[in-house]
């Protein structure tokens, strides 16, 4: 099990850009794929983004592809999620999430951390 704690929200303008940290704790973090997902009030949970653990791959959903970016550090036990030209419809919770030897998506991620708030103004 990994403890996930996330940091970055906050409040922001359409356009805007936030980088959202994931910091992990407890069992060996390199042999867990991250991801990001988030869940806007009304909706489903959805992904955003994920990298995997073995070879760094990415997967991005459709919704923001060519705007997030997310990356790792294993050295620091941290995952990253760069989120540019944000738009009002992106404001959600968002939530790190962990898969000891995961693939990317879909996957049954099982550590959760307790989300931060993203909310882009028009």
């Known amino acids: 099990q990994v403890q996930l704690v996330e940091s970055g929200g906050g409040l922001v303008q359409a356009g805007g850009s936030l980088r959202l940290s994931c910091a992990a704790s407890?069992?060996?973090?390199?042999?867990?794929?991250m991801g990001w997902f988030r869940q806007a009030p009304g909706k489903e949970r959805e992904i955003v983004a994920a990298?995997?653990?073995?070879?760094?791959?990415?997967y991005y959903a459709d919704s923001v592809k060519g705007r997030f970016t997310i990356s790792r550090d294993n050295a620091k036990n941290t995952a990253d999620l760069q989120m540019s030209r944000l738009k009002p419809e992106d404001t959600a919770i968002y939530y790190c999430?962990?898969?000891?030897?995961?693939?990317?998506?879909?996957?049954?991620?099982?550590?959760w951390g307790q989300g931060t708030q993203v909310t882009v103004s028009s």
């Open positions: 407890g069992r060996a973090f390199g042999g867990y794929t």
């Open positions: 999430a962990a898969r000891r030897y995961g693939d990317l998506w879909p996957e049954q991620y099982d550590n």
């Open positions: 990298i995997r653990w073995s070879d760094y791959n990415t």
